[in-house]
């Protein structure tokens, strides 16, 4: 059975950083491509970044580009995700998930499997 738990989430002033984890297991870790997205009060869940199966391959939604960074660790089954400079308008619940196959995608609808979330707030 696949489980995805995220971990690192918390309250943190405007200009802060935080680093989630999110641990897999049940699964081949390596063998997929694992994704962050995040979900704010009244409003759709959207991609924040995802990361190929070698690492080889990342990508980020604009609104993160250049303040948070996505990384993987395959020894430790483990995906996570780097946030600096962060924003009241990050604060969201952030959930991580893993595709079915090896593209960097986008989309929700590409992610089969999802943690639980954790909830990051930044104070203004």
């Known amino acids: 059975q696949v489980q995805l738990v995220e971990s690192g989430g918390g309250l943190v002033q405007a200009g802060g950083s935080l680093r989630l984890s999110c641990a897999a297991s049940g699964h081949s870790f390596s063998s997929y491509t694992m994704g962050w997205f995040r979900q704010a009060p009244g409003k759709e869940r959207e991609f924040v970044a995802a990361?190929?199966?070698?690492?080889?391959?990342?990508s980020y939604a604009d609104s993160v580009k250049g303040r948070f960074s996505i990384s993987r660790d395959n020894a430790k089954n483990t995906v996570y995700l780097q946030m600096n400079s962060l924003k009241p308008e990050d604060t969201a619940v952030y959930y991580c998930a893993r595709t079915w196959g090896t593209d960097v995608p986008s989309s929700p609808t590409h992610y089969n499997y999802w943690g639980r979330g954790t909830q990051v707030t930044v104070s203004s």
């Open positions: 990361i190929s199966w070698s690492g080889g391959r990342t």
